[in-house]
């Protein structure tokens, strides 16, 4: 078996191509299940954040598991398979948990450390083992890795002032409107992840902001939570359009939620100025918004380019932060090797050791004249060098355990040994 992460990300892929790709949370437990259905495939999880989707998947052949993965992605894009494979991110063995833990701790990230993706990763865990498409491989792998991530947050500065895709919104809109945000009219529609960050950076921009939910409490619950003016359900959308001066839209359906027509109507005034900031995967307001008078549209490639001339001191923090980084991943690959050795090696000792009690049951019929005191010297010498013998084939094991050699070398002990 072979651990593999196959992806787009940011670095490789424009926007218009990630939306594409993008698996909402609605959709997420029917892709896991198509996804688990292939034969090759034993265990399988989705990251999908507004800016990467990957997939991670336990699989019994390499090279089949992987074109799986590839081909579902390439078939979301809407692409033939030629014109993607080369811009996927594919990793295997050791190189998923590594991709992962750095995923986790932010240093792969469109803005350095941001906090959210650590909560997008540990969702992304919790949701494959409920829809049971991932098993104790995948299980641990996502537990350690936001343990990583946390790690690097509680002991380096990657982090500080919580600079998120979230703050930089909110930044770029007060830019737009004067320097302040303090008085003016916020909406943000959609209560997820995305919305509640939005809405918490706008509030302590000084914003007044009202919440947008299809599920009107769960807006309710975010306005209670952050202090925020007003929750309505999406019906409520057109009621306050009018009077927004900021609108964050935050839902990842695929569908657009603002489009230019509804917009336009809305305004009388079209030189009251109004800042629309995109958050979608896939975007959620139609491109068509941004050339209405008086309307300055941003989406995450915007949000995205701004985050990199803000980072600072930020730089300095990934050593650090890719220290801790590398001790998780040591303690994660140690753990592992011996956990994935362990029954084989039992397994060994068992049936070596039932072998010798076998033989020493024969030799006393055998034998019938020497004394009990004769016998367990002989048991003694016996169980000696058996223990001996399974020494170096047990280390070996262990210290290989979780590779592609381990997975070898376990395979030839259990065709040799029969177990």
Not at 35 to 42: F, G, I, P, R, S
Not at 221 to 228: I, K, P, R, S
Not at 315 to 323: D, F, K, L, M, T
Not at 404 to 411: A, K, P, Y
């Amino acid at each position: 078996m072979s651990l593999v992460v196959v992806g787009l990300e940011p670095d490789r892929v424009p926007l218009d191509l990630l939306e594409r790709v993008a698996v909402p949370e609605d959709d997420l437990a029917k892709v896991l299940a198509d996804l688990a259905e292939a034969a090759e495939v034993t265990e399988v999880a989705v990251v999908s954040t507004c800016l990467r989707t990957e997939v991670y998947a336990v699989v019994d052949r390499f090279h089949d598991g992987v074109g799986h993965l590839q081909r579902f992605l390439a078939e979301r894009a809407g692409l033939d398979l030629g014109q993607l494979a080369d811009r996927m991110t594919v990793g295997f063995d050791d190189q998923v948990a590594d991709h992962l833990f750095r995923v986790a701790a932010g240093l792969r990230s469109a803005v350095l450390g941001e906090s959210e993706v650590l909560g997008q990763v540990r969702r992304a865990g919790e949701q494959a083992v409920a829809a049971q498409a991932a098993g104790p491989v995948l299980r641990e792998l996502f537990r350690r890795a936001v343990l990583a991530g946390r790690r690097v947050r509680s002991e380096t500065a990657i982090s500080r002032g919580s600079l998120s895709l979230s703050h930089v919104a909110a930044e770029l809109a007060a830019e737009q409107l004067g320097g302040t945000l303090a008085g003016r009219s916020a909406l943000v529609v959609g209560a997820g992840e995305m919305g509640q960050g939005v809405t918490r950076a706008l509030v302590a921009a000084g914003a007044r902001v009202q919440v947008v939910n299809r599920t009107l409490a769960r807006a309710e619950a975010l306005v209670a939570e952050a202090g925020a003016a007003g929750a309505l359900g999406l019906g409520g959308l057109r009621r306050v359009l009018p009077s927004a001066e900021v609108v964050a839209v935050c839902t990842a359906g695929g569908v657009p939620i603002l489009e230019a027509a509804t917009l336009e109507a809305l305004r009388p005034d079209a030189q009251t100025p109004l800042v629309v900031v995109d958050l979608g995967m896939p975007r959620a307001v139609e491109r068509a918004v941004g050339q209405l008078p008086g309307v300055r549209l941003f989406d995450l490639e915007d949000l995205r380019a701004r985050a990199q001339e803000t980072l600072g001191g930020r730089r300095a923090e990934v050593a650090s932060a890719e220290a801790v980084v590398a001790e998780e991943l040591a303690r994660y690959r140690a753990e592992q090797r011996a956990r994935g050795a362990a029954p084989v090696v039992a397994a060994l000792r068992r049936r070596v050791e039932a072998w010798q009690d076998e033989a020493l049951v024969r030799a006393r019929r055998r034998h019938p004249d020497l004394t009990e005191e004769q016998w367990a010297a002989v048991a003694t010498v016996s169980r000696d060098l058996v223990a001996r013998l399974l020494h170096q084939p047990s280390v070996v094991l262990k210290e290989a355990a979780g590779t592609s050699r381990g997975e070898r070398l376990v395979e030839a002990a259990r065709a040799l040994f029969g177990l």
